[in-house]
């Protein structure tokens, strides 16, 4: 059964203070892994997909990596409006298109 | 990125009566659309699986009497809850998949039965 497990559940930062967010997960077999950001009362918003171990992708002050167990979502210098909830998901290889999500890491940033 | 709309963004109804919740895709067609749940502090929970003219598939344990879902056209997909109790509150977010990965989301619809 493919397993996603995201820490720390919870995470207060001051402004500009750089950290990691972690998602560790076993599938049989990755099509894809997916970083999302969801802010209260809102549906997620894509922000990163990778495929192999060794890919980074980068946007803004966020930076994605990937290795063959976990998954980091990289916050450099964070600002208050990155506060939100961060999900990480992935979808095996195979016939399915069902995404398995993690619980997903509350991130506060205070200014 | 590709768009996907849901409407309404909120509603409130009484007890006993039923509620559509609509998902378009704005931007692309999609012969498979997805219905999540998500309670607060929780992650996403898939409840089906709707399928450009077929039956949905239900995951284990939703109730598809309760929860209709018709996805009549290549962009829009409707969830209908049925005879809503307050249980029934919650809210509810609709993905597809724009011809290729990854899966993009509907805003959401916040569902309170009172």
């Known amino acids: 059964e493919d397993q996603v497990t995201q820490s720390p559940e919870a995470l207060r930062l001051q402004e500009g203070e750089s950290s990691s967010l972690n998602c560790s997960y076993t599938?049989?077999?990755?099509?894809?892994l997916f970083w999302y950001r969801q802010d209260p009362g809102k549906g997620p918003e894509f922000l990163f997909t990778l495929y192999s171990a060794g890919e980074e992708k980068e946007k803004e002050r966020l930076k994605a990596t990937l290795t063959k167990k976990e998954s980091f979502l990289h916050i450099t210098a964070p600002k208050p409006e990155d506060s939100a909830t961060y999900l990480c998901?992935?979808?095996?290889?195979?016939?399915?298109?069902?995404?398995?999500f993690g619980r997903g890491t509350s991130l506060i940033v205070h200014p | 990125g590709a768009v996907v709309s849901q409407h309404p963004s909120w509603v409130i109804c009484k007890s006993g009566t039923s509620v559509k919740i609509e998902c378009r895709s704005l931007d692309f067609q999609a012969t498979t659309m997805f219905w999540y749940r998500q309670f607060p502090k929780q992650s996403l929970m898939l409840m089906a699986t709707?399928?450009?003219?077929?039956?949905?598939?239900?995951e284990q344990g939703v109730e598809k009497d309760k929860f209709l879902i018709n996805h009549a056209s290549l962009t829009l997909s409707t969830l209908t809850v049925t005879s809503a109790h307050p249980e029934d509150s919650s809210f509810y977010i609709c993905?597809?998949?724009?011809?290729?990965?990854?899966?993009?989301f509907g805003q959401g619809t916040r569902l309170t039965v009172v």
């Open positions: 599938v049989s077999g990755l099509r894809g």
């Open positions: 709707s399928n450009e003219g077929s039956k949905a598939t239900y």
């Open positions: 998901a992935v979808l095996p290889s195979g016939g399915s298109y069902i995404p398995t």
């Open positions: 993905s597809a998949y724009p011809g290729g990965l990854p899966a993009f």
